[in-house]
DNA sequence: AATCGCATGTTAACGTCATTAGCATCAATT
DNA sequence: AATTGATGCTAATGACGTTAACATGCGATT
């Protein structure tokens, strides 16, 4: 009957859940994830601090529950990332998880910014792995044996992902760094990585 | 006269800063850097819980001073790390860098494993400039301009640091990795870049 | 339509922690 | 020996996470 996380008014909140994500995104952004705090969420949408306790078993849960949010939308960019050829693909790939993260900067830093023991979550594990399946897929064809192809999956992620987590520290020099050249530069990186496989000729 | 941190009788401690400081490296080792508590640190010294704020501001800038330490060995690594050609030394410096991280476990999550607004450590961000230098002599001696071997050190850094982080977070597929493996692909990553960069003929 | 039950919120605690203020102790200098 | 600055202590405050016990109201059952 109400559109979602319009209600708010009586005793039941309509979609307390849902809101408390949006929330702890707005405020992971605002004072990052250390500085989010339950307290403040329930506060800002006006109900108790047992409240949040209903959806989410502790805080972390509640963290956990954005980093699966940031999941699925990384996912979903470098899933969509297209390309001639699957180095291509790879390469795209890499770039649009550069872009997804700097255009989601909340949701990437609940994702990478605590401690969170990744083992202890395994929503976050599950929501993470077609991240990895988009990479793996385009890899599969460049490579022969599936181990080589897991291994250049590998790379890959950590060339998207270091270029990521250096953007968010604002660690590539001072100043807020536009995120495209960065983005470009880690396809260009995954480029030449699947270049050198080529000419070292260890593929298919 | 003593030995440092073996002092620890009557009133005063001895050098109860370098205690503190090595009391959250193995504190943060055992339950990760949101897990660490000054209050415990303090109680493991047989101090109390104001005693920390002689040394430091506040919490933060404790495991800002493990961060700094944690620059510090890394940078020592990424520096001493050889090579035939710069193309060499720059790939090994990567190896170093995620080798170094990987046997110091403890110092490197505190250095990432915050959000920790480097911006906001100055003495974070000056005891990370070495090991970025460390990578910029290289990367000048294969690009032609200045601007080049910023970009390329950026690259170089994003590879060595993404295989870093992933490797902290068990996220290279379960278990613990051995680190040597991934710490010689993300050695392979850069001599492909390099070797990527010499063939496209922007560079001396 | 009246009732009942479960999901969802509330109030009221408790314990831990970070942090500060004011006092105590010690070591070195004068 | 007296002084002084560095270092540690005690006590208190306030925020937060978390839990227990109680309240409310939507929706299904009768």
């Known amino acids: 009957m109400w559109v979602v996380g319009v209600k708010k008014r009586g005793y039941h909140h309509g979609d307390l859940r849902a809101a408390l994500i949006d929330a702890a995104v707005q405020l992971i952004g605002e004072h990052g ?16 601090v047992a ?3 209903r959806h989410f078993a502790d805080r972390d849960r509640l963290v956990a529950a954005v980093a699966v949010q940031a999941c699925g ?14 180095a291509e693909r790879l390469a795209e790939a890499a770039r649009a998880y550069v872009s997804a993260a700097a255009a989601n900067r909340p949701l990437f830093v609940a994702l990478v910014g605590v401690g969170l023991d990744k083992r202890r979550y395994p929503e976050v594990e599950e929501a ?3 991240v990895a399946q988009a990479f793996l897929e385009p890899a599969r064809l460049i490579t022969g044996a599936e181990e080589d192809a897991v291994h250049l999956t590998e790379t890959v992620v950590a060339i998207a ?6 953007l968010m520290d604002a660690s ?3 100043g807020p760094r ?5 983005a470009a530069r880690a396809a260009h990186a995954v480029r030449a990585v699947v270049e050198c496989l080529r000419s070292a000729g260890s593929l298919a």
């Open 178 to 182: 536009a995120a495209a050249p960065v």
């Open 161 to 166: 992902h270091g270029h990521a987590v250096l």
């Open 33 to 48: 994830v250390k500085g989010f705090t339950l307290a403040e969420a329930s506060r800002q949408l006006g109900v108790s």
């Open 172 to 174: 590539f020099g001072p």
């Open 51 to 53: 409240a949040p306790y």
């Open 128 to 130: 993470a792995r077609p």
């Open 73 to 86: 939308i990384i996912g979903e960019a470098v899933g969509a990332a297209g390309g001639e050829t699957p």
